[in-house]
């Protein structure tokens, strides 16, 4: 074999080997691909956009008494629940302390309750007996008009006196109560700020929600009626998106319970 036919030989065995290298590598590969059943289903389209949310349902807190009110450690976006999260607490003011002059006004208008009560006391039990007798009387006249001694209209006049009477009593015992009532009103006029007064008093949320404002975030006195905070309820969120118009065209109103109702607005 001569040197030119070996020459040809590799120079063959050189491009056969070339073109295999070549195949193998155009070859087509498997794929890796995720397979799944194929079912009928609705199909979900997003439309994102910057807007604004509001509360349609606010509580202002306010103070139920006049007091000192301790810091408020609440802060906007926490959670509260309604009647058991504790929102302020208050030191109750202690009552206004009196002149002479005042004091001996209330003092005398305790002694005027005092003995008022004691009069009203007296007119009820005589009014009682009074009852008591009428009752008696009409039991007998009953017992009369049985037996044929008492006519009916007799009777009659017998059951009307004790009715009479009856009310005349009730009347004279809800006049007694009215007037223990203005003795308490007189004695709690001689208060003075020696006597404990209602030492805290807790405010609680009204409404279950997050805290949206803090209106009075430090240590002060505050009258009664003053705001504290407000709370939004958590299921009254509304958003306010503005869309354009060939998105919002193809979106729905949806409300449900402890959603956000959603509104389309074109622009």
Known sequence: MGRPRLRWLLITAAAALAAGLLAFLFLPRPISVDTAKVVVGPIAEAVQDQGSTRVREAFVVAAPVSGKLDRIDLHVGDRVVAGQTVVATLHASPPEMLDPRARAQAQATVDAASASVASARATRDRLATEARHADESLARSRRLEEVGYLSKQQLDD????????????????????????????????LLGPHTPASQLVRVTSPATGYVTRVLQESERVVA?????????????????????????????????????????CAA
């Open 158 to 189: 017998a059951a009307a006196a004790a009715r009479e009477s009856k009310a005349a009593a009730q009347a004279a015992e809800a006049d007694l109560a009215a007037r223990r009532a203005q003795l308490t009103a007189a004695q709690a006029a």
């Open 224 to 264: 009664m009626g003053a705001p504290l905070l407000e709370v939004g309820e958590s299921t009254g969120l509304e958003a306010q998106i503005e869309f354009l118009s060939q998105d919002a065209v193809r979106q729905r109103s949806t409300a449900g319970a402890g959603r956000p109702s959603r509104r389309p």
